[in-house]
């Protein structure tokens, strides 16, 4: 094939893989029931250069290119399209620099966010964009999707620590974007614009982001609830109290004990719901902060509720949190939400999505990015069970009108790729729909870059 061919003239050939069954892994990311199929090759460069020879090869013989990194997504961005090369980013993971002084660090997009907040914490420092899949997904990943995670709610998600970036553009050069001071607005923010972008407006090659000093030791405040609702109305009245958690995590028993089935935690709730927050305020003032969070977690209705004096107990729960994912993937198909609505609607929310479960006969576990209104339910469904699957697709595609319903978002981190395409549409103007595909036309004017995912051309 001519595409393989001059692949192999541009980089090493132990780089292009054509092995049928390698090529497999690399068809799909995590999204249930996204379209995938079979790319021509599979390119693993380990330098920007080596990805601007890629992307030339590509353009020149008219090949679409599929950039992933460790294939965690969940709305099937990576999933590789007909005829395809997937760059895959993962062997470019170099920590190339921490800057005690001005606080930034400059990594390869194939570095894993775990890694890299270990590495930053051995310098002082800390990388507060923590999705629930960091010990796993990769720093270039994070920045397609704008990832956020659990301290998001108080620290902010990937855009927010993005300075600047290299590139390759949609015509083959290799250039770089953003900045590395603390302030800077020379020319339109495109580095901002990549964020987020899904890969649909070139290939990333290197991030430098900035950090922050350690986080302070942090108290954790957990309630179980009977109703999901309950559970609801806590987060509301947090934030009506004023408060601004470091993480207020909701995750209900099905996902606890699907994770202490998994990994024997030893987990024994007995509850419905449970709520995991946490304060990292020193001092008096985080004590007072607490406390304030106790008291909101049993006037929305808390069967029960403390602050731990157990850091390993808490850390268990938020440790289940992350885990509560991959474990309910083990007991079958899981169709993953993603959708964001304001704090005030999140009981109404709730609410809806354990009547859409009703209403469709289908089993919903959930978990959320509670603080910030991030929900997470997760449609569980049995392998070969096709009415299932339809009727959990129609469930989807409710859950995202009941969010746009309450002026929320059909994706909070997760991304559009392939499953959020219609619901994008709901909730995007025409005109600004229009406005996406004009900078869509402008930075990728051949249009090789992810075809045919986030929105149609």
């Given at each position: 094939m001519p595409i393989v061919e001059q692949l192999l003239k541009s980089v090493p050939a132990d780089q292009v893989v054509v092995d049928p069954d390698i090529v497999a892994s690399y068809q799909h990311d995590e999204a249930e029931w996204a379209p995938y199929a079979t790319p021509v090759a599979v390119v693993r460069p380990r330098t920007a250069e080596q990805v601007q020879a890629i992307v030339r090869a590509c353009l020149e013989h008219g090949a679409a290119v599929v950039t992933r990194g460790a294939g965690t997504g969940l709305s099937g961005g990576a999933n590789a399209t007909e005829g395809c090369v997937v760059l895959a980013l993962d062997a470019m993971n170099s920590i190339k620099e921490i800057d005690q002084l001005e606080r930034y660090a400059v990594v390869e997009p194939?570095?894993?966010?775990?890694?890299l907040r270990a590495a930053c914490a051995e310098q002082g420092l800390w990388y507060p964009p923590d999705p629930a899949s960091s010990p796993w997904s990769t720093i270039g990943g994070n920045v397609a999707t704008n990832a956020g995670g659990l301290c998001c709610v108080k620290y902010g998600v990937t855009r927010d620590?993005?300075?600047g970036m290299q590139i390759v553009t949609g015509t083959g050069e290799l250039v770089r974007l953003g900045r590395r001071t603390a302030k800077g607005v020379a020319g339109y923010d495109l580095a901002g614009l990549m964020v987020g972008s899904e890969g649909t407006l070139g290939v990333i090659t290197e991030v430098t982001v900035k950090l922050r000093p350690l986080q302070d030791p942090q108290r954790t405040i957990a309630g179980y609830f009977d109703s999901i609702v309950d559970a609801g109305r806590a987060v509301a009245a947090v934030a009506a109290a004023g408060l601004t958690p470091s993480a207020l995590e909701l995750i209900d028993k099905q996902c606890l004990i699907a994770v202490d089935a998994w990994k024997n935690m030893g987990l024994s709730i007995e509850a419905n719901v449970v709520l995991l927050g946490r304060i990292d305020t020193p001092g008096l003032v985080?004590?007072?902060?607490?406390?304030?969070?106790?008291?909101?977690?049993?006037e929305a209705g808390a069967t029960w509720s403390a602050v731990s004096t157990d850091q390993e107990e808490?850390?268990?729960?938020?440790?289940a949190r992350r885990l509560a994912y991959p474990a309910m993937e083990r007991l079958g198909p899981v169709l993953t939400e993603d959708v964001c609505v304001p704090k005030r609607h999140?009981?109404?929310?709730l609410s809806r999505i354990e009547q859409i479960g009703i209403?469709?006969?289908t089993t919903i576990a959930n978990i959320a990015h509670a603080g910030d209104g991030n929900l997470h339910p997760l449609l569980i469904t049995s392998h070969d069970d096709e009415q299932a699957r339809t009727r959990a697709q129609a469930a989807f595609a409710d859950i995202i009108d009941a969010a746009l319903e309450l002026d929320g978002t059909v994706t909070g981190e997760h991304g559009v790729g392939l499953l959020k395409m219609h619901g994008l549409v709901q909730e995007l103007d025409p005109v600004v729909l229009d406005m996406h595909r004009s900078v869509k036309r402008s930075l990728d004017p051949h249009g090789i870059f992810n075809p045919g995912k986030v929105f149609e051309m």
């Amino acid at each position: 094939m001519p595409i393989v061919e001059q692949l192999l003239k541009s980089v090493p050939a132990d780089q292009v893989v054509v092995d049928p069954d390698i090529v497999a892994s690399y068809q799909h990311d995590e999204a249930e029931w996204a379209p995938y199929a079979t790319p021509v090759a599979v390119v693993r460069p380990r330098t920007a250069e080596q990805v601007q020879a890629i992307v030339r090869a590509c353009l020149e013989h008219g090949a679409a290119v599929v950039t992933r990194g460790a294939g965690t997504g969940l709305s099937g961005g990576a999933n590789a399209t007909e005829g395809c090369v997937v760059l895959a980013l993962d062997a470019m993971n170099s920590i190339k620099e921490i800057d005690q002084l001005e606080r930034y660090a400059v990594v390869e997009p194939g570095v894993v966010n775990d890694d890299l907040r270990a590495a930053c914490a051995e310098q002082g420092l800390w990388y507060p964009p923590d999705p629930a899949s960091s010990p796993w997904s990769t720093i270039g990943g994070n920045v397609a999707t704008n990832a956020g995670g659990l301290c998001c709610v108080k620290y902010g998600v990937t855009r927010d620590y993005v300075m600047g970036m290299q590139i390759v553009t949609g015509t083959g050069e290799l250039v770089r974007l953003g900045r590395r001071t603390a302030k800077g607005v020379a020319g339109y923010d495109l580095a901002g614009l990549m964020v987020g972008s899904e890969g649909t407006l070139g290939v990333i090659t290197e991030v430098t982001v900035k950090l922050r000093p350690l986080q302070d030791p942090q108290r954790t405040i957990a309630g179980y609830f009977d109703s999901i609702v309950d559970a609801g109305r806590a987060v509301a009245a947090v934030a009506a109290a004023g408060l601004t958690p470091s993480a207020l995590e909701l995750i209900d028993k099905q996902c606890l004990i699907a994770v202490d089935a998994w990994k024997n935690m030893g987990l024994s709730i007995e509850a419905n719901v449970v709520l995991l927050g946490r304060i990292d305020t020193p001092g008096l003032v985080g004590d007072q902060e607490a406390e304030k969070m106790l008291s909101c977690f049993d006037e929305a209705g808390a069967t029960w509720s403390a602050v731990s004096t157990d850091q390993e107990e808490a850390d268990a729960l938020f440790a289940a949190r992350r885990l509560a994912y991959p474990a309910m993937e083990r007991l079958g198909p899981v169709l993953t939400e993603d959708v964001c609505v304001p704090k005030r609607h999140v009981p109404e929310m709730l609410s809806r999505i354990e009547q859409i479960g009703i209403r469709y006969d289908t089993t919903i576990a959930n978990i959320a990015h509670a603080g910030d209104g991030n929900l997470h339910p997760l449609l569980i469904t049995s392998h070969d069970d096709e009415q299932a699957r339809t009727r959990a697709q129609a469930a989807f595609a409710d859950i995202i009108d009941a969010a746009l319903e309450l002026d929320g978002t059909v994706t909070g981190e997760h991304g559009v790729g392939l499953l959020k395409m219609h619901g994008l549409v709901q909730e995007l103007d025409p005109v600004v729909l229009d406005m996406h595909r004009s900078v869509k036309r402008s930075l990728d004017p051949h249009g090789i870059f992810n075809p045919g995912k986030v929105f149609e051309m």
